[in-house]
């Protein structure tokens, strides 16, 4: 089991995730990662028309994929860099 980080990215600034939390395979941050870029979505409208991310670290801080906040745009949904 590895720890992973979600963190919150809004144009410049970056929320750091301080705790993480552990999943066996790295695939399923994914799935958590995009839930919570819907859910901020829906009840974060200050979030909505900028450029907000949720980007998921893995425990050496190499960042391994990025969900927009705008995720109802299919173009602008995940990005992998694995």
């Known amino acids: 089991m590895r720890r992973f980080f979600f ?10 995730d301080p705790g993480g939390m ?10 958590v990662a995009n839930e919570m870029a819907n859910h901020l979505f829906v009840w974060r409208d ?24 705008w995720s109802e745009c299919a173009e602008k949904q995940g990005w992998d860099q694995a």
């Open 7 to 16: 963190d919150l990215l809004v144009g410049n600034i970056v929320k750091i």
């Open 22 to 31: 552990v999943f066996e395979c790295a695939e399923a941050t994914f799935v």
């Open 46 to 69: 200050d979030l909505r028309d900028r450029d907000a991310w949720i980007r998921v670290r893995d425990n050496s801080g190499r960042e391994i994929y990025r969900a927009a906040v």
